[in-house]
């Protein structure tokens, strides 16, 4: 059977095969012959080509980023508001939830809302009340730094790029150096009083790159930025402080100085701090130090007359009684305000009070309104001008407010000679109460000499200082070491980079002891900043894009020499609050570098499209389809800083082209390293990012950043949207309140980065 089947089988494909087979030549003779059909020439049909889809109004998905860009057409509290100003206050750590992420939520009338940069920030230093999981304070300022530094971190409104370590180099004849290190809340104008010196003549040599003006009494007094060299001297030069900044950059109440303090919430909210000093306390002249003396500076320089010494208004916003009242008493039959300082009280030769706002009576670093430092009264008040309170706050008797025959303040003169006189006998003229006194200042160089006040009574740890002279001068960072080397500086401070750091470790490595050195990590970082409102860095897509694109671990390796690293937000890893939100479970993204997740998650933000508003082939920059009722008229304008990118109209939509313009600064190794590793990076370019660069003084980039001419730099037309600079955390207050503000009466002159967290957005009419 099986033999039958295989035979017919094999008869069927001859046959098939036969029927197939079509001859291409003559058969054998006597055969008839088969030829295939001629073909015939048929039209080929056109082929069907579907038209390419080009972007319109419907193809827009609706993004929390476009809400930000709508506020400009808005009225703050009547059409939407921040979520903490409708229902921050109330809130504690136990109304908020979690979720896997970190990202921190409340629920309000059956509605949940996510918390944004704004309400962490506000929440972080006025909602610090403890619950049972935050046991105290300092528990729950942690729990909300935790949730701001995770919320910052996936909103990334700058790349931090390298945050290095820094090295002291001294003189081995400082001693103590290695005892009582710097740090960076503790800098050696901090730390020298636990020093001394085996020179000759007892002294150290120190300095800055920041010349001296010689304004050694208020180094602030008429500026909004004083030299750091002067802010040193004032630090020097002023002590005995009711409140002080520690060596772990905390703040505490001081000791040696305070006798008691008492802290009093009011029955109306407010918040009372009475203080106590000890009767022991003396100036630099061996006179004792009162009350009187530590309330003379707020009560003369909140006045009208200290504005016009000035030029500029010193705001007590945050003590009782100043704003409308006392600030406004220009003297006898002053037509507003009144003379009592209501917030300020007078209780007897060594005891004074301070009353603080309902608003600030519940700020986590509340204490530091109890910061007072002592001025020599009759130094700022004049002569035989009394500080009184008869029971409704302190006042000055009518003699400070006496004006000459053009109607200026006598004492006005007065102020701005003591402030600004950089002659010995200014100096001379009225006592100090820090560790040092100032003994000359040489105009011709800008160095200064300070000698050791016999009578200072000890910082906050009790420590007098034990180096006889201070001699404060300008360094040149090009010279610093062989300045150094030849005997004229006995320290170099913040020594950082490969080159410069690799140099003084050698130096004082092979001296055989003659040099040390310490180091410490910086507490900040150099950083990639955005206007965070303004052109395609608006979006997060776009600024998480250009971390993921570069590799931020190198370029700290290549900045830094190997003398540093990189952090994922803006923390100080040696702080108390980054120990206490990691060991609360705080986990960050650390932005690994990949082109591939940089193109992910632009076109998941919708950075689809070219020019023409087609799918992105990979030609030239992405662009981003935004619609033409969300768009603002800076973005409309939008443009690469040669011209040959722009912001388009297609179908009703705008199309904004993925080109970053970056303003660096010139003579900056920083901006240098950024040409490779930013403009010229392979990975920017694989995504479809183009970047274009402008190199500037520090004045005019920082007008651009402003978008104002601060510096009278600015033209008035946007262009740039990328920065690099720096930032620090060295402040013994992490407070960044109001800085990430939404609220436009605040926004230009508080905002951190210029963003705006879609999450703090209240709308208030859906």
């Known amino acids: 059977?099986?033999?039958?089947?295989?035979?017919?089988?094999?008869?069927?494909?001859?046959?098939?095969?036969?029927?197939?087979?079509?001859?291409?030549?003559?058969?054998?003779?006597?055969?008839?012959?088969?030829?295939?059909?001629?073909?015939?020439?048929?039209p080929t049909p056109e082929p069907v080509v579907e038209p390419e889809k080009v972007v319109s109004p419907e193809d827009i998905k609706e993004q929390a980023e476009f809400d930000v860009m709508t506020l400009g057409n808005f009225e703050y509290g009547k059409d939407y508001s921040s979520l903490y100003d409708q229902y921050g206050k109330g809130i504690t750590l136990d109304d908020v939830t979690e979720d896997d992420e970190g990202n921190a939520y409340i629920t309000v009338d059956g509605e949940e809302h996510q918390l944004g940069l704004d309400f962490l920030t506000m929440a972080m230093v006025y909602n610090t009340t403890p619950t049972a999981k935050y046991p105290t304070e300092e528990d729950a300022y942690a729990a909300w730094w935790r949730m701001y530094i995770t919320r910052w971190n996936y909103l990334l409104p700058e790349v931090p790029l390298y945050s290095n370590e820094y090295y002291d180099l001294y003189n081995a004849q400082i001693k103590g150096v290695q005892e009582h290190p710097t740090n960076p809340f503790w800098s050696p104008t901090n730390a020298l009083i636990d020093w001394t010196s085996d020179k000759e003549d007892h002294s150290i040599i120190i300095g800055n790159s920041t010349e001296l003006s010689g304004q050694f009494r208020y180094a602030t007094f008429g500026k909004s930025s004083p030299a750091a060299s002067d802010n040193d001297i004032e630090a020097l030069t002023t002590g005995l402080e009711t409140v002080v900044s520690n060596k772990e950059g905390g703040y505490q109440w001081n000791d040696t100085v305070v006798d008691s303090h008492e802290e009093k919430i009011n029955e109306d909210g407010t918040l009372t701090f009475t203080i106590k000093i000890k009767e022991d306390l003396l100036f630099s002249d061996g006179s004792p130090i009162t009350a009187k003396d530590y309330l003379a500076f707020p009560m003369a320089f909140a006045t009208p007359v200290a504005t016009e010494a000035s030029g500029r208004q010193v705001s007590y916003r945050t003590t009782v009684g100043w704003q409308g009242a006392y600030e406004k008493y220009t003297g006898p039959n002053s037509e507003e305000g009144t003379k009592e300082f209501s917030g300020l009280h007078l209780i007897d030769d060594y005891t004074f009070a301070v009353t603080v706002p309902e608003d600030y009576a519940n700020y986590f670093y509340k204490i530091i309104y109890g910061a007072f430092s002592p001025f020599y009264a009759a130094a700022v008040l004049g002569e035989g001008v009394e500080i009184k309170d008869d029971g409704n706050g302190c006042y000055l008797s009518d003699e400070f407010y006496a004006k000459d025959a053009e109607g200026k303040y006598v004492q006005a003169a007065a102020i701005k000679k003591l402030c600004t006189d950089t002659s010995a006998e200014n100096y001379a003229a009225y006592p100090w109460s820090g560790p040092y006194v100032v003994e000359s200042f040489d105009n011709t160089d800008a160095s200064a000499v300070l000698v050791k006040n016999e009578y200072f009574k000890g910082n906050y740890e009790g420590v007098k200082p034990g180096i006889?002279?201070?001699?404060?001068?300008?360094?040149?960072?090009?010279?610093?070491?062989?300045?150094?080397?030849?005997?004229?500086?006995?320290?170099?401070?913040?020594?950082?980079?490969?080159?410069?750091?690799?140099?003084?470790?050698?130096?004082?490595?092979?001296?055989?002891?003659?040099?040390?050195?310490?180091?410490?990590?910086?507490?900040?970082?150099?950083?990639?900043?955005?206007?965070?409102?303004?052109?395609?860095?608006?979006?997060?897509?776009?600024?998480?894009?250009?971390?993921?694109?570069?590799?931020?671990?190198?370029?700290?390796?290549?900045?830094?020499?190997?003398?540093?690293?990189?952090?994922?937000?803006?923390?100080?890893?040696?702080?108390?609050?980054y120990k206490a939100a990691v060991a609360q479970g705080m986990i960050l993204d650390s932005y690994a570098t990949s082109a591939d997740a940089a193109i992910e998650v632009?076109?998941?933000?919708?950075?689809?499209?070219?020019?023409?508003?087609?799918?992105?082939?990979?030609?030239g920059p992405r662009y981003k389809a935004i619609p033409a009722d969300k768009i603002n008229d800076n973005d409309k304008i939008y443009q690469s800083k040669d011209g040959t990118y722009k912001t388009v109209e297609v179908n009703g939509v705008y199309l904004m082209p993925l080109v970053i313009n970056w303003f660096g600064t010139a003579d900056n190794e920083f901006t240098d390293l950024l040409q490779t590793g930013f403009r010229e990076n392979d990975n920017v370019k694989a995504a479809g990012m183009i970047v274009y660069n402008q190199i500037?003084?520090?004045?005019?980039?920082?007008?651009?950043?402003?978008?104002?001419?601060?510096?009278?730099?600015?033209?008035?037309?946007?262009?740039?949207?990328?920065?690099?600079?720096?930032?620090?955390?060295?402040?013994?207050?992490?407070?960044?309140?109001?800085?990430?503000?939404?609220?436009?009466?605040?926004?230009?002159?508080?905002?951190?980065?210029?963003?705006?967290?879609?999450?703090?957005?209240?709308?208030?009419?859906?």
């Open 602 to 619: 632009l076109e998941e933000d919708g950075w689809i499209y070219d020019a023409e508003g087609k799918p992105y082939s990979g030609e």
């Open 696 to 766: 500037g003084d520090f004045g005019p980039m920082l007008d651009e950043l402003y978008q104002a001419a601060v510096y009278g730099f600015y033209a008035g037309t946007p262009m740039y949207c990328a920065f690099n600079f720096a930032t620090g955390f060295n402040s013994a207050a992490y407070d960044f309140a109001f800085n990430m503000t939404i609220d436009p009466s605040m926004y230009d002159d508080y905002s951190q980065y210029y963003i705006k967290d879609a999450a703090d957005i209240l709308w208030l009419n859906k």
């Open 1 to 42: 059977m099986k033999k039958l089947t295989a035979l017919l089988l094999a008869l069927l494909m001859v046959l098939a095969f036969a029927a197939c087979k079509t001859p291409t030549t003559p058969e054998e003779p006597g055969t008839e012959a088969t030829t295939a059909p001629e073909p015939v020439d048929e």
């Open 468 to 577: 006889e002279k201070i001699i404060y001068k300008r360094v040149v960072a090009a010279t610093q070491l062989e300045d150094f080397k030849a005997g004229g500086l006995d320290v170099i401070a913040a020594i950082t980079g490969g080159a410069p750091t690799d140099e003084a470790l050698k130096l004082a490595d092979g001296s055989d002891g003659k040099y040390v050195y310490t180091h410490y990590s910086r507490a900040g970082y150099g950083k990639l900043g955005f206007r965070a409102d303004y052109g395609p860095a608006q979006f997060r897509s776009v600024r998480a894009a250009i971390a993921l694109c570069m590799d931020r671990a190198q370029f700290a390796k290549d900045f830094t020499g190997g003398y540093g690293g990189v952090v994922d937000g803006p923390y100080y890893t040696g702080s108390w609050m």
